[in-house]
């Protein structure tokens, strides 16, 4: 009860309290471009509306504001305040005006701030617990060049807390390379710690570009208030690096095919088998891989390949990739086929060339693959086209006048021979079956299993490549009254794109050394069509012997 009187004791004595003026103040002034100042703004009472702060982001970086209020009783005179604080840095060296700020129809007095130019070394001077670095491997780049942007942070001390803005300027393709890297360095005879984040930056069209400095925003803990007392109080911190102007080039005229630009590129295949020597209609693989560096992994071109003729290419879809190693983007670019041969003797695969602009020597390079020799030997279980038979006139005796000619002879003779051709033809026609009675004696007689569809949807759907082969074996025996000695030969029967490509990749699956994945949806597909092309797939199929 007595605390409650007490209470009320003190409110009624207190003066009533009022809002009257509003105080601004900078910390430093002139101001260096590149350093932070401390703009504080003070109400002589607690005040619910702050003032708008948007005025100064035409001419400064604002960071804040921070709101504070305080209590205070000295020799029973009690006082409030409300303060906002701001942390500010200059976007230019110049004259600049920080206008009055209004609250409550209480206005505070404008400043008049002169921002003058200063080095680096003097930014470290003046702020020596923390400073930024920018740098750019090169400044003169071409188009699509490459460069390596990077941003080092220095500071001494506990940085509690920090921000860092990301580099972006229209027309530059700026992406963060790695994570960042903690390290050490002496600066003016005095240890620094260091933070280094690495980007890769790569100019989209050319001419002038200026890439401001990334700007640090953060907390370290206040020397002077206890360091390392645990309770230790922390201060706001603020620096930018320097600005970095880039020319960019546009691509020479002279450079042929797609342009690359890259410290070095390179070809190199892998066959599987490794082997010299094809098989006809026996599928091998072949890889050819792109390795640049200082390329991103978009940037590096398609490769151009053309197959001789007797020669089938089956291509996979390229797949690219890229890693850092050592502060050094390196990308690469993988091209896998099935290479099938369907003639036999000498095979020549071309040579493959891709050019390239090197960045040190500034010229037009090449990667090269030299032609590649194989020999594709006879596969003996595929059909061979046999050379038509050359036909030699016998040579004519001369006619003399005193050769005789025997009519009689050659009358008689020509008679026996009608006579015997037209016996056979009376005798084929008299003992020949009907076409029912041959189909029905084929199928009687071949002791076929019926060929389920069911079985092969199953393999397909399984993705059971053996499964499927057998079927289709099964449904050629039944089809054509003899089994085919192989997918080739079957394909070579049926005569249709689509249904030979997939038994193409069946037998790619079968037969090579490293087993792939086999989707058997399209090969069931492609079979359903063939099967029902004229109300059932016996009937769509072209004759074993056409005409």
Same mark, same amino acid.
């Given at each position: 009860?007595?605390?409650?009187?007490?209470?009320?004791?003190?409110?009624?004595?207190?003066?009533?309290? #009022?809002?009257?003026? &509003?105080?601004? !103040? *900078? /910390?430093?002034?002139? @101001?260096?471009?590149?350093?932070? =100042?401390? %703009? +504080?703004?003070?109400?002589?009472?607690?005040?619910?509306?702050?003032?708008?702060?948007?005025?100064?982001?035409?001419?400064?970086?604002?960071?804040?504001?921070?709101?504070?209020?305080?209590?205070?009783?000295?020799?029973?005179?009690?006082?409030?305040?409300?303060?906002?604080?701001?942390?500010?840095?200059?976007?230019?060296?110049?004259?600049?005006?920080?206008?009055?700020?209004?609250?409550?129809?209480?206005?505070?007095?404008?400043?008049?701030?002169?921002?003058?130019?200063?080095?680096?070394?003097?930014?470290?001077?003046?702020? #020596?617990?923390?400073? &930024?670095?920018? !740098? *750019? /491997?090169?400044?003169? @780049?071409?188009?699509?060049?490459? =460069?390596? %942007? +990077?941003?080092?942070?220095?500071?001494?001390?506990?940085?509690?807390?920090?921000?860092?803005?990301?580099?972006?300027?229209?027309?530059?393709?700026?992406?963060?390379?790695?994570?960042?890297?903690?390290?050490?360095?002496?600066?003016?005879?005095?240890?620094?710690?260091?933070?280094?984040?690495?980007?890769?930056?790569?100019?989209?069209?050319?001419?002038?570009?200026?890439?401001?400095?990334?700007?640090?925003?953060?907390?370290?803990?206040?020397?002077?208030?206890?360091?390392?007392?645990?309770?230790?109080?922390?201060?706001?911190?603020?620096?930018?690096?320097?600005?970095?102007?880039?020319?960019?080039?546009?691509?020479?005229?002279?450079?042929?095919?797609?342009?690359?630009?890259?410290?070095?590129?390179?070809?190199?295949?892998?066959?599987?088998?490794?082997?010299?020597?094809?098989?006809?209609?026996?599928?091998?693989?072949?890889?050819?891989?792109?390795?640049?560096?200082?390329?991103?992994?978009?940037?590096?071109?398609?490769?151009?390949?053309?197959?001789?003729?007797?020669?089938?290419?089956?291509?996979?879809?390229?797949?690219?990739?890229?890693?850092?190693?050592?502060?050094?983007?390196?990308?690469?670019?993988?091209?896998?086929?099935?290479?099938?041969?369907?003639?036999?003797?000498?095979?020549?695969?071309?040579?493959?060339?891709?050019?390239?602009?090197?960045?040190?020597?500034?010229?037009?390079?090449?990667?090269?693959?030299?032609?590649?020799?194989?020999?594709?030997?006879?596969?003996?279980?595929?059909?061979?086209?046999?050379?038509?038979?050359?036909?030699?006139?016998?040579?004519?005796?001369?006619?003399?006048?005193?050769?005789?000619?025997?009519?009689?002879?050659?009358?008689?003779?020509?008679?026996?021979?009608?006579?015997?051709?037209?016996?056979?033809?009376?005798?084929?026609?008299?003992?020949?079956?009907?076409?029912?009675?041959?189909?029905?004696?084929?199928?009687?007689?071949?002791?076929?299993?019926?060929?389920?569809?069911?079985?092969?949807?199953?393999?397909?759907?399984?993705?059971?490549?053996?499964?499927?082969?057998?079927?289709?074996?099964?449904?050629?025996?039944?089809?054509?009254?003899?089994?085919?000695?192989?997918?080739?030969?079957?394909?070579?029967?049926?005569?249709?794109?689509?249904?030979?490509?997939?038994?193409?990749?069946?037998?790619?699956?079968?037969?090579?050394?490293?087993?792939?994945?086999?989707?058997?949806?399209?090969?069931?597909?492609?079979?359903?069509?063939?099967?029902?092309?004229?109300?059932?797939?016996?009937?769509?199929?072209?004759?074993?012997?056409?005409?």
């Amino acid at each position: 009860m007595v605390k409650q009187w007490l209470c009320l004791f003190l409110i009624a004595s207190s003066p009533v309290w #009022a809002f009257t003026e &509003l105080k601004v !103040s *900078l /910390d430093k002034n002139p @101001l260096l471009l590149g350093e932070t =100042a401390v %703009l +504080e703004l003070v109400a002589d009472d607690q005040v619910a509306h702050q003032p708008d702060f948007s005025v100064l982001d035409k001419d400064f970086i604002v960071q804040g504001p921070s709101l504070g209020q305080q209590m205070q009783i000295v020799n029973g005179q009690a006082s409030r305040t409300t303060s906002w604080r701001l942390l500010l840095k200059a976007k230019q060296s110049g004259t600049f005006t920080i206008p009055a700020f209004e609250i409550e129809g209480i206005s505070s007095s404008p400043i008049e701030v002169e921002v003058v130019k200063g080095s680096a070394q003097t930014q470290s001077t003046n702020d #020596a617990q923390l400073f &930024l670095q920018s !740098s *750019l /491997d090169s400044t003169q @780049l071409y188009v699509q060049q490459l =460069a390596y %942007l +990077e941003v080092k942070i220095f500071f001494q001390g506990d940085l509690q807390r920090g921000s860092l803005s990301e580099p972006k300027v229209d027309g530059l393709s700026i992406e963060q390379l790695g994570k960042d890297k903690e390290g050490s360095e002496l600066v003016n005879g005095e240890r620094y710690r260091t933070f280094t984040r690495q980007y890769r930056l790569i100019p989209e069209r050319s001419g002038t570009f200026v890439l401001p400095g990334s700007t640090l925003s953060g907390e370290m803990l206040d020397r002077n208030s206890g360091r390392y007392d645990y309770f230790a109080q922390t201060k706001p911190v603020n620096a930018t690096a320097n600005d970095i102007t880039i020319e960019v080039a546009a691509k020479p005229d002279n450079f042929p095919g797609d342009w690359l630009i890259a410290d070095l590129v390179s070809l190199n295949e892998e066959w599987s088998p490794a082997t010299d020597q094809l098989t006809q209609g026996e599928p091998v693989t072949r890889t050819i891989t792109i390795t640049a560096l200082d390329v991103a992994e978009h940037q590096l071109p398609d490769l151009i390949l053309d197959a001789p003729e007797g020669v089938k290419l089956y291509k996979e879809q390229p797949h690219a990739k890229q890693a850092e190693r050592n502060g050094t983007l390196v990308s690469q670019k993988v091209f896998s086929m099935a290479v099938v041969a369907n003639k036999a003797g000498e095979l020549v695969l071309p040579e493959v060339k891709l050019p390239w602009w090197n960045k040190k020597t500034n010229s037009v390079q090449y990667a090269t693959l030299p032609e590649k020799r194989l020999t594709v030997q006879i596969n003996p279980e595929l059909p061979q086209q046999s050379a038509a038979p050359m036909v030699v006139p016998t040579k004519q005796a001369p006619l003399t006048e005193t050769a005789e000619v025997n009519p009689w002879q050659w009358n008689y003779t020509s008679s026996v021979i009608s006579l015997l051709w037209l016996s056979s033809v009376v005798l084929l026609l008299w003992f020949r079956p009907t076409k029912a009675v041959v189909e029905k004696a084929v199928v009687r007689g071949s002791g076929v299993a019926k060929a389920n569809p069911k079985k092969l949807q199953r393999a397909c759907h399984d993705n059971d490549a053996t499964a499927a082969r057998q079927w289709l074996m099964l449904w050629a025996e039944q089809q054509f009254g003899r089994p085919p000695a192989s997918l080739t030969e079957l394909a070579s029967w049926c005569k249709d794109a689509a249904f030979s490509e997939q038994l193409q990749l069946l037998n790619q699956q079968l037969y090579q050394k490293e087993q792939q994945s086999w989707q058997g949806k399209a090969l069931w597909i492609c079979w359903s069509e063939l099967s029902v092309q004229k109300a059932g797939y016996k009937s769509a199929l072209p004759e074993l012997y056409p005409e």
